[in-house]
């Protein structure tokens, strides 16, 4: 059987599934097949025309839907070792507001090189798991270290670095050995960008925490650097009121407002949150191409995102979660759920509109719009021949999901994290029934249990 005899070899071919591909017809394919070589797709359609291909893995996808894997466009790496924790402090005391510069931080601080590797396996096992399939890391300590759990794992990600340099506009001292200086920083960023430009699944980029915490010469420098490195720099923005009071106590101006004073909107920012936003600031969004990230479990806590707004004017919007410090759980599929609840809760009363949002549109957002977000939309967030190989198989065969009428309903509405069955990144099958190829999910959970004692005890010590 070779190409010639009209057989064309493939590396992998899933059949019998529901193919939901997102694609701009938005097809649903009934009993449909995706075939896989060089870690593309190189042909979607029904199972019965099929027959041409023959491939070295066969995956039987009967019961299952096909569909885009997630994007989760802000993650915590350094806080995945976090989850839980503060719950416990705070049922012995008061915990220190805002939560942020108190813990968040801190506790990256506790952690070393090898503690960072193994938050990032447990964290990126955790998301394949739940059906996604890359992220973009919104900076912490020791990065080299989470791309290389992020290589290991079999995930597609974007690694960073936290990046401060100024600690005295807080009310509180950064750790010292997560401040440094201006040449430091600006350094060590473009170096992170140039170790892993080669890499094709794992790259790096650029960070600044936030503009409190970031002196203007170092803003200034690091947007240059990224726009010639041409890199995204991922950054929160408009998350909190300190930090709008801030820019307008020092600047005279909203954070949005002051960074477009200094000429430095464009594409290359990523703006985590962008929950306290203005309607100029909005404008501001959509002219200069800024994409952000919508977190769900976390942005209403903050104020009225303005998700629907910004997704329909064009702007590059996906969905996040925040990384489990602060949201918990690591499943896209939830916040894409509570996402649609919170806007429904926002703007239905206000516009008396049953339905404001619709969960299919959510689903975009969490992979379509997380592509574009992170400007991986031309390999990405559809399942289209020619694009990357990066898709899931979802059990669709409990009574939790029966009748499959529409599969496009079922993946928006229906399907959450523990569905997820196989996963497929860049042609590769990391997960297959639950279980992982590339990994050891024993060997890093006693890595866990061993650990966790010396992190969370040296963690206690600081925030007591």
């Not at 350094?78 to 805002?98: M, N, Y």
């Not at 990224?226 to 020092?250: Q, S």
Request: charged letters at 25%; aromatic letters at 6%.
């Amino acid at each position: 059987m070779t190409e010639g005899q009209g057989l064309q070899a493939v590396d992998l071919l899933v059949k019998g599934c529901e193919v939901v591909t997102l694609d701009p017809q938005n097809r649903a394919i009934s009993d449909g097949a995706i075939a896989v070589k060089d870690g593309r797709i190189v042909w979607i359609g029904p199972s019965a025309e099929s027959s041409s291909f023959v491939a070295s893995s066969v995956i039987d996808g009967r019961g299952r839907i096909a569909m885009p894997g997630l994007i989760d466009a802000h993650f915590h790496t350094g806080q995945q070792l976090l989850r839980g924790k503060l719950q416990a402090i705070a049922r012995k005391r008061p915990l220190k507001q805002p939560v942020w510069k108190n813990y968040l931080i801190p506790f990256e601080s506790c952690l070393e090189p090898e503690d960072v590797y193994l938050s990032g396996l447990v964290a990126y096992t955790n998301m394949i798991q739940v059906g996604t399939t890359c992220f973009a890391e919104a900076g912490g300590p020791h990065p080299d270290e989470m791309g290389k759990a992020a290589l290991e794992v079999g995930i597609r990600g974007f690694i960073a670095l936290s990046t401060v340099d100024q600690s005295e506009n807080i009310g509180a001292d950064v750790p010292p050995n997560m401040i440094f200086t201006h040449e430091e920083a600006l350094r060590r960023n473009v170096d992170l960008v140039q170790r892993w430009k080669t890499s094709d699944r794992v790259k790096a980029w650029m960070a600044l925490r936030q503009v409190i915490v970031c002196s203007p010469g170092l803003i200034f420098d690091v947007v240059s650097e990224a726009r010639n490195l041409d890199v995204k720099i991922h950054t929160h923005l408009c998350e909190g009121t300190y930090e709008i009071d801030y820019t307008n106590e020092k600047f005279g101006m909203r954070p949005t407002e002051w960074l477009d004073s200094l000429g430095l909107l464009s594409h290359h920012l990523h703006c985590a949150h962008s929950v306290l936003l203005s309607p100029r600031e909005v404008d501001l969004y959509q002219k200069y191409r800024l994409s952000a990230c919508h977190c769900g479990f976390n942005n209403y806590s903050i104020g009225h995102p303005r998700l629907i707004e910004m997704w329909r004017r064009g702007i590059d919007i996906g969905l996040g979660t925040d990384g489990p410090g602060s949201g918990g759980t690591l499943d896209l599929f939830q916040v894409s759920h509570v996402a649609r609840v919170g806007q429904q809760a926002i703007n239905s009363s206000a516009f008396h509109q049953r339905e404001p949002i619709s969960s299919e549109e959510l689903l975009r957002i969490a992979t379509i719009g997380g592509a574009r977000a992170l400007g991986i939309f031309e390999e990405v967030g559809t399942l289209e021949v020619g694009k990357k190989a990066d898709f899931l198989l979802c059990d669709t065969s409990r009574m939790d999901h029966a009748p499959v009428y529409d599969p496009i309903f079922v993946a928006a509405s229906i399907l959450v994290g523990r569905d997820v069955e196989t996963v497929v990144v860049d042609g590769n099958v990391v997960m297959k029934d639950r279980e992982f190829t590339t990994v050891d999910v024993e060997a890093i959970k006693a890595k866990l249990r061993e650990r966790i004692p010396v992190i969370s005890e040296r963690f206690e010590r600081m925030v007591a």
